[in-house]
């Protein structure tokens, strides 16, 4: 009878081969999956299923971590990447994986952007802030000829997948001339090339209906809360094909109207799948 009834939960199919078909769907399908039975618990917990969820890189990513990732199973690796690790040195960048899919995702710090004046105390700040991934953010102390980029190599991110590329960011309470006139972004990999207007502060709805009728050519973003307390605002959506198309560039600027601009922080530049 005890033989019987292990058969009728797992429904007679070996848990190596239902281990198999788990990991030929998704990490969010394998966990729910795990609450059909005992049989399929065990075979959704398995490294088997987990070790495919992984990039096919993690080992590397690992080597480059700035704190080592402890881990006993490949289930918890992969939920332990799923809260951002520092690599390469924590001066350039943090990782995280994507947790329904597993998709890579970089966030690229301050300190390795292109930010114009950066490097002048009058124009741009460097300070420390608790909440933030890096050692340092950028904080605009004024200026009126807004430009800032960065860019990141495509073979860093997960193959055949389309990426939203956003900044993350705060806004101090003196906090001035951040839009509208609205900001351009842009993103572009190989000979692909998106455009937005995007305002990094609340506007009037009436100034934004007198600024689509003028600029009338773009598509309009707008900022959302993240969990983490920051802010972010997409700056184009881009797709990966097999990551040999070079870096992809990301950019935001204001060189039209020069009006005065204070009171944004800058944490940092963010590529993540686009769910």
Request: net charge negative; charged share 30%; with cysteine.
């Amino acid at each position: 009878m005890a033989g019987r009834g292990e058969e009728s939960e797992g429904g007679g199919v070996p848990e190596d081969c239902i281990s198999h078909v788990l990991s030929l769907t998704t990490p969010r399908d394998s966990c729910r999956a795990a609450l059909v039975s005992a049989a399929f618990r065990s075979a959704a917990s398995s490294d088997a299923v987990w070790e495919r969820f992984l990039p096919s890189d993690y080992q590397s990513i690992l080597s480059r971590a700035v704190e080592p990732v402890e881990y006993s199973s490949k289930r918890e690796l992969y939920f332990r990447l799923c809260d951002s690790i520092l690599v390469d040195g924590g001066r350039l960048q943090c990782f995280q994986l994507e947790r329904s899919t597993g998709g890579k995702c970089y966030m690229i710090c301050p300190r390795s952007m292109r930010i114009i004046w950066g490097d002048e105390p009058r124009y741009w700040s460097w300070i420390s802030l608790p909440e933030s991934r890096f050692a340092e953010v950028a904080r605009l102390q004024f200026v009126c000829w807004f430009d800032i980029g960065g860019r990141i190599d495509c073979r860093l991110l997960s193959p055949r997948t389309t990426y939203a590329a956003y900044l993350v960011f705060k806004l101090d309470s003196w906090s001035s001339g951040l839009g509208p006139p609205p900001h351009l972004a842009s993103v572009k990999l190989g000979a692909y090339a998106s455009e937005f207007n995007i305002c990094l502060e609340d506007h009037d709805d009436r100034d934004e209906e007198e600024e689509e009728e003028e600029e009338g050519r773009r598509q309009r973003q707008r900022r959302r809360l993240r969990d983490d307390g920051w802010m972010e605002i997409e700056l184009g959506v881009f797709y990966n094909d097999e990551g040999d198309d070079g870096d992809v560039e990301m950019s935001l600027m204001e060189v039209k109207a020069l009006n005065s601009k204070h009171g944004l922080i800058v944490q940092g530049l963010e590529v993540r799948p686009k769910i």
